[in-house]
């Protein structure tokens, strides 16, 4: 594991397969379900530290807050809400640790055996690391302290193995660095030698690979590193040492490996920072090799995990980047900024503030494929499990990702597109003129849609489809063998329609909810048939819906905790989300413009366009509230203007001065002497012409 010491508008709502999040009114951002996000409100820039998981991160703010994302494993995202102040972070398999700067510690997560039971006698702890089902934590005294499995009068039990994972030496001190392995822990001496304890030692079951026998030999070093079941030390002079599992070359040290300066330990890798910022690794990625980017600029810092396959690089612009490629540990910078967000099958697709068509989620499929710069800016968004469309202002289209079944080749004579859908392997369009068009896989029918009039709406499954139509009432087509197609008898006055993988979710006008289709996991059903609703989304087997009141709820597939809506979350007022697998966030956006505060250069005036005439971040609809000049009243301050200059020459002059004068009285709406638009040219505007006087630009 990676241990924590050195910090370097509108109303909307969707849902993804695995995943849920949404946003309080104390936080920004709160996730839950397999693919979480905690905290990210502007983490862009303001990242200190980060400790991978085996699929998740938690990462350090600059404020002393701590971020999470990634894959949800039994509650780690559940970041506890008071928690401040923190120093340094470190992840577990199913928990996190936090070191807070009056040298407390606050776990959270999974309970396996008491790993986040932090004992009343820690003492003023300054760093801490976490393994599978245990914790370690090294206090300001130089001795360690280690609760969890592994430890005296403990047993094994659910197929956990006793190792001894918390049983350091008796008489252990002057430890000066700490970092667990899966099941090991290794403990940097101030003298420069290395001690360890737990799975691979002399005293556990048999069942390790040596990782907890130091080598006699190794004295004078700097580094430690622990992986999955293998130990790696950097000495003083600049060389690695590596001991334990060598199954997958983790421990077959290059020859290369000289002037290393910091070493990081995966699960079956290693990774070793040179002098010079190039990054060396050897072993085995998630991606098969182990070998950096080739692209890769100097690196500042390296960050492993002994249960993580993936490195974490800081790179020399404070940036962080991982290889191979991660959907589930990318930092999801710019949430604050997103204006849309609309889900898929498996990921999700948004837009920012500065037009940026962004895409996240849980599973690499549609995010292995750069986002065309044709798509930026587009209004409309959707994706499916490994292809996205984007719906540009002038109802063309744009499709990229995987293109195996024709998912991708919308029909030659297609016409502006004002709605779309993604399905796993189709694509459903409804064109302006009102007719749906369909295309990419068509196993079930999924892409026979019949003649419909009057579409108000359209939502695709995975291999059905569907429409709401004008009058209210729902059609739908494709596969039925769980009654995707069984709309109830009778279903009338519907605002919203939504697809999940092979379920539908509907709200009436009265706001409330009904849903049809498979209901393995009670997602075709609606345990509140009498509430009502603001806002509804359906994800592959789970339904997450907006209360009238602000209060979310979620029914249906509950792995990982998909439909586990955490009791911190409080009520919520706008909120926007993501993706079919579950992923909901929600912002504040206090003038109801549709861009969250965070992101809007005048959060207290609607001003959708964000114009900012001068670039100063202050858009021009506060910038004349608060003072700024604004001689003719349309809304942008006088220094962007030449209001003056009639005759847009660069200057206001004797040119303009005679015209004025020739327009002296009673003026008409086209009269351009009449700069402040009161309906006579008068002295107000000879004041405002001579102030002007001289060179001027638009």
Not at 154 to 160: A, D, F, I, K, Q
Not at 526 to 538: C, L, N, Y
Not at 684 to 694: H, K
Request: aromatic content about 8%; some cysteine; charged content about 15%.
């Amino acid at each position: 594991m990676a241990r924590a010491l050195i910090p370097f508008g509108a109303l909307h709502l969707a849902v993804a397969s695995l995943f849920a999040a949404a946003e309080s009114h104390a936080q920004s951002v709160v996730g839950w379900g397999a693919h979480a996000i905690r905290n990210a409100d502007g983490l862009e820039g303001n990242i200190a530290m980060v400790s991978p998981g085996p699929r998740h991160v938690a990462a350090l703010r600059t404020d002393g807050r701590v971020a999470y994302w990634g894959w949800t494993r039994r509650y780690t995202a559940e970041v506890p809400a008071d928690l401040d102040r923190v120093v340094a972070v470190a992840s577990g398999y199913d928990h996190i640790l936090a070191v807070r700067d009056d040298g407390t510690v606050r776990a959270w997560g999974y309970n396996w055996a008491g790993e986040v039971q932090v004992p009343a006698d820690v003492g003023f702890v300054v760093e801490a690391s976490a393994g599978f089902g245990f914790s370690v934590a090294r206090r300001a005294d130089g001795t360690v302290r280690c609760w969890g499995l592994g430890g005296p009068g403990t047993s094994p039990s659910g197929g956990w193995i006793h190792n001894g994972q918390c049983m350091p030496p008796p008489d252990l001190a002057n430890v000066i660095r700490i970092d667990c392995g899966n099941a090991h822990t290794l403990a940097l001496l101030a003298g420069g030698t290395v001690t360890s304890w737990g799975s691979g030692s002399p005293y556990d079951n048999g069942s390790g690979s040596g990782q907890s026998i130091v080598p006699a030999e190794l004295v004078d070093v700097t580094g430690i590193a622990a992986g999955a079941a293998h130990s790696v030390a950097l000495r003083a002079d600049g060389t690695v040492t590596c001991w334990g599992s060598n199954s997958l070359g983790q421990c077959d040290v290059p020859a290369a490996a000289t002037g290393v300066v910091q070493i990081a330990g995966g699960y079956y890798h290693v990774a070793a920072l040179r002098s010079d910022g190039s990054v060396l690794t050897w072993g085995q990625h998630a991606g098969g090799t182990a070998s950096p980017p080739s692209d890769l600029p100097r690196v500042s810092a390296i960050v492993g995990s002994g249960t993580s396959q993936v490195t974490f690089l800081r790179m020399a612009d404070g940036s962080f980047r991982t290889w191979p490629f991660a959907s589930d540990l990318k930092a999801p910078i710019g949430f604050d900024r997103l204006v849309y967000v609309r889900g898929g099958p498996c990921n999700a697709i948004g837009r920012r503030v500065d037009g940026r068509v962004v895409l996240f989620g849980p599973f690499p499929g549609a995010l292995g494929y750069e986002v065309p710069e044709s798509a930026h800016g587009a209004p409309i968004l959707a994706s499916g499990y490994s292809h996205n469309v984007a719906v540009r202002g002038d109802g063309s289209i744009v499709a990229w990702g995987g293109n195996a079944v024709g998912q991708c080749d919308p029909p030659q004579d297609l016409g502006p597109v004002r709605a779309i859908a993604c399905g796993y392997d189709h694509t459903v369009a409804l064109q302006a003129d009102g007719i749906i068009r369909c295309w990419g896989f068509n196993s079930q029918g999924q892409c026979d849609p019949p003649f419909i009039a009057n579409v108000r709406a359209v939502s695709a499954g995975a291999d059905f489809s569907a429409a709401l139509v004008g009058d209210g009432t729902v059609r739908a087509w494709g596969a039925n063998n769980l009654g995707q197609r069984n709309v109830p008898a009778g279903l009338a006055g519907v605002q919203a329609l939504e697809c999940g993988a092979s379920h539908s979710v509907a709200m009436r006008a009265d706001g409330t909810l009904v849903a049809w289709g498979s209901n393995y996991y009670g997602e075709g059903s609606v345990p509140w048939p009498q509430e009502r609703f603001a806002q509804v989304s359906a994800g592959g087997f789970l339904n997450v819906a907006l209360r009238e009141d602000g209060v979310v709820r979620a029914w249906g597939d509950s792995f990982e905790a998909s439909t586990w809506v955490p009791s911190s979350l409080g009520t919520v007022g706008r909120a926007i989300a993501f993706g079919s697998s579950g992923l909901v966030v929600r912002w504040t956006d206090s003038d109801g413009d549709g861009v969250p505060d965070e992101g809007d250069n005048c959060p207290a005036l609607a001003n959708a366009d964000q114009a900012d005439c001068d670039r100063d971040a202050i858009g021009d609809a506060c910038a004349v509230a608060e003072g700024a000049p604004d001689f003719d009243g349309n809304g942008v301050p006088d220094s962007c203007e030449c209001i003056a200059d009639l005759f847009a020459d660069g200057a206001v002059n004797g040119a303009d001065l005679g015209a004025l004068l020739s327009q002296w009285g009673p003026a008409s709406p086209t009269t351009v002497s009449d700069m402040n638009r009161d309906g006579i040219v008068n002295g107000a505007d000879l004041g405002f012409l001579l102030v002007s006087w001289g060179a001027c630009s638009r």
